[in-house]
């Protein structure tokens, strides 16, 4: 099993960037599939989640509104819309299949190691 992040990089304040999360090796269509993301010297922070029937997606409260994941199960692909960004979204982001615990889900005390697959993650930097 592979997961690839890809479509970091260094944006401006306000700027937008689509991650990808590719995934091979697994019936795709009926595994969960997160992303997670951590801070320069802080913890790993639970950001969003779409289930398996792509209908069912749940993102970090204060997150709502600026994120939007999807996924298209023709090329096994998860995506995040991250817009109007800001200093603070910067760290390194990743992509995990698999159910978040409840300690993950609602207290972003998460460990990679909760879920069955992850990447190795892509870097979103924002800054002016």
């Known amino acids: 099993v592979q997961v690839v992040e890809s479509g970091g990089g260094l944006v401006q304040p306000g700027g937008s960037l689509r991650l990808s999360c590719a995934v091979s090796?697994?019936?795709?269509?009926?595994?969960?599939t997160n992303w997670l993301r951590q801070a320069p010297g802080k913890g790993l922070e639970w950001v969003s989640v779409?289930?398996?029937?792509?209908?069912?997606?749940d993102y970090r409260g204060y997150l709502r509104g600026r994120f939007t994941i999807s996924r298209d199960n023709t090329n096994n692909t998860v995506y995040l819309q991250m817009d109007s960004l800001k200093s603070e979204d910067t760290g390194l982001y990743y992509c995990?299949?698999?159910?978040?615990?409840?300690?993950?889900?609602?207290?972003?005390?998460?460990?990679?190691?909760?879920?069955?697959?992850w990447g190795r993650g892509t870097q979103v930097t924002v800054s002016s």
């Open positions: 995990a299949t698999g159910e978040p615990t409840s300690d993950c889900y609602s207290f972003s005390r998460c460990s990679l190691t909760d879920f069955s697959y």
């Open positions: 090796g697994l019936p795709f269509e009926s595994y969960y």
């Open positions: 779409i289930r398996s029937d792509g209908g069912n997606r």
